[in-house]
């Protein structure tokens, strides 16, 4: 049998060529030869061939894209990775190179990291174990530490403190000492600390504060000296009837409370930014407080008339003497602040659980822009006549401090020209 | 007074225009007053106690608290009423760490300081022996 096979283009439906496969078969047989001939329409397997062929290139084309994009990659990851390591170069040379301790402690806060001034200051060479900084801190200022520290990494915030670091030779110096999460997805990852050497402010501070307390002390001596003659000389004239000298004695030791006053309020600023303003609490009845005060402070207002409107009285817990210190304040302010032949009215009223005191006067008034500023410390009213108006300006400072301590309201209502209330309130009893 | 006798009163000042306003101030209450300015004598009452004891706290080389200390451990003086008597900033506190009996800041009111002084010398009268 012969066989033969050859492909051809074949004119089909619409004298489109179709491409065939024609195979020919020859048998012998008997008498003769059997020829057959079989037509394959090849156009299908011709198409898919095609879309075979391009197929193979668009697979060719994207093998090329990949690997063009796995050397970026790697030059990518290759640059980065160098990125990466200056950035921790650069880090540790700055860390190095500032006078400051710098630390970094892993997401469970253990540190794991110190720069160069922490083994300059500590004098130890090497990291020994993440309690170094512990070992460092002094004993009264461990359990705090541990405690905001611990805090400070539960919660993921800020930690903040000022404690005291030993040095190599032993002595133990302030230091401020602050760390912050560096986070990523709201989670901490890394805390970055710094402590800051303050003890030279920290000294200063403290004999800033000692120079105060023996400054004040040394002013309140020959106050008291001269406070003593006057009232003595006061004491003889009115025995002697002398009414005109007695009342310019009275004056004078009017002057000297005035004094007197000046030299507390510095130190209980001092103590008020010291976290040493002390309370002494006892239950006291508001009324008989204000008509003491306003008996007391009135006699150094002299000519000026203090109306009081006492609302139903109260008993009341706190220190007495220093919401007195309040009231007083008010009232001085009051005849400071006003015209000698204007009226100062001294009101209380009972409002729910509270009790308030107000003092109102008809002065020049404070202009709505400051009104928010007078209980701010050193704060003086301002204007054309600022001259004449005396004081250090700690007096309502010092008052904010005392009501607010007592979890009271402080405020003031005043309009420019038409004079100011002051005015306080606190809880009442029963 | 009950006893008919004059009330004794002792200070310890280091300064002397202070000592003499208190016993200025005292004399126009009829008290018999002794003072001085160098605390450390104050163990040397004699014979005859004072009635009650004013006391500077911060005196040039003696420390008032530490005097205070002493009188009320000793058994002869530790009835008489101390009064601390400071511009000291803190002298309520100090006053109740050493068991001082009351406490004036300086600078004082001569009527509060009297009426102070009566005060606790009427107070300290039913711990003295009963009159005869």
């Known amino acids: ?430 | 007074m009950a006893t008919g006798k004059r009330k004794k009163i002792f200070i310890a000042d280091d300064d002397k225009d202070i000592l003499q306003i208190m016993h200025l101030m005292l004399q126009t209450k009829a008290y018999d007053v002794e003072t001085t300015c160098n605390a450390k004598n104050i163990f040397e009452f004699g014979k005859e106690l004072p009635d009650l004891i004013l006391l500077d706290i911060w005196m040039s080389g003696v420390d008032g608290r530490e005097i205070c200390n002493q009188l009320k451990k000793n058994e002869r003086t530790k009835n008489i009423p101390v009064v601390f008597i400071s511009a000291n900033s803190n002298i309520k506190k100090i006053a109740e760490q050493y068991h001082a009996d009351a406490y004036i800041a300086k600078p004082f009111e001569m009527d509060y300081f009297l009426n102070k002084i009566d005060e606790i010398l009427e107070a300290a009268r039913p711990e003295e022996p009963a009159d005869m």
């Open chain 1, 1 to 430: 049998m012969k066989k033969k096979k050859t492909e051809i283009m074949l004119p089909g439906k619409n004298k489109r060529p179709v491409p065939v496969l024609l195979s020919f078969n020859s048998l012998e047989i008997d008498d003769g030869l059997a020829l057959s001939v079989i037509v394959t329409d090849l156009s299908y397997q011709k198409e898919t061939e095609q879309q075979l062929k391009q197929k193979n290139k668009q697979l060719e084309e994207a093998q090329s894209v990949t690997k063009n994009l796995n050397a970026q990659l790697e030059q990518t990851v290759k640059e980065r990775t160098n990125e990466l390591f200056e950035s921790r170069e650069h880090f540790k040379f700055l860390a190095d190179n500032i006078p400051t301790i710098v630390w970094t402690a892993n997401a469970k806060g253990v540190i794991d990291y110190f720069n160069n001034r922490w083994f300059e200051y500590t004098g130890e060479e090497k990291m020994n174990s993440a309690n170094d900084l512990l070992c460092c801190l002094h004993e009264d200022d461990k359990e705090k530490y541990l405690a905001l520290w611990n805090e400070a990494v539960v919660l993921g915030r800020p930690f903040e403190m000022v404690h005291r670091f030993k040095k190599a030779d032993g002595e133990y110096r302030w230091h401020f000492s602050h760390a912050l999460p560096f986070k990523n997805n709201a989670e901490a990852v890394t805390w970055f600390g710094i402590s800051t050497d303050i003890d030279d402010q920290q000294r200063a501070i403290e004999r800033k504060d000692e120079f105060i307390s023996i400054a004040s002390h040394e002013l309140k001596t020959p106050v008291t000296s001269i406070k003593g003659y006057v009232q003595i000389l006061r004491f003889n004239f009115e025995k002697e009837g002398n009414m005109a000298a007695a009342e310019l004695l009275s004056r004078v030791d009017n002057q000297i409370n005035k004094l007197s006053t000046l030299i507390s309020d510095l130190l209980d600023v001092r103590k008020i930014e010291n976290g040493q303003f002390q309370f002494h609490e006892s239950v006291f009845d508001f009324n008989e407080m204000i008509i003491e005060v306003v008996e007391e402070t009135g006699r150094a207002l002299i000519d000026r008339n203090i109306i009081c409107e006492l609302d139903e009285t109260h008993q009341v817990k706190g220190d007495r003497n220093k919401i007195g210190q309040v009231v007083s304040n008010f009232i001085d302010n009051a005849g400071k602040y006003s015209p000698g032949d204007t009226n100062i009215i001294v009101r209380t009223a009972v409002n729910g659980d509270n009790i308030k005191l107000m003092v109102q006067d008809f002065g020049m008034g404070i202009p709505k822009d400051q009104q928010a500023k007078v209980f701010e410390r050193f704060f003086r009213v301002t204007g054309e006549a600022e001259n004449t108006y005396a004081g250090l300006g700690l007096g309502l400072y010092i008052s904010a401090e005392i009501v607010k301590r007592h979890k009271g309201n402080i405020g003031l209502i005043s309009d420019k020209g038409k004079g100011s209330t002051f005015y306080f309130e606190l809880k009442r009893m029963n």
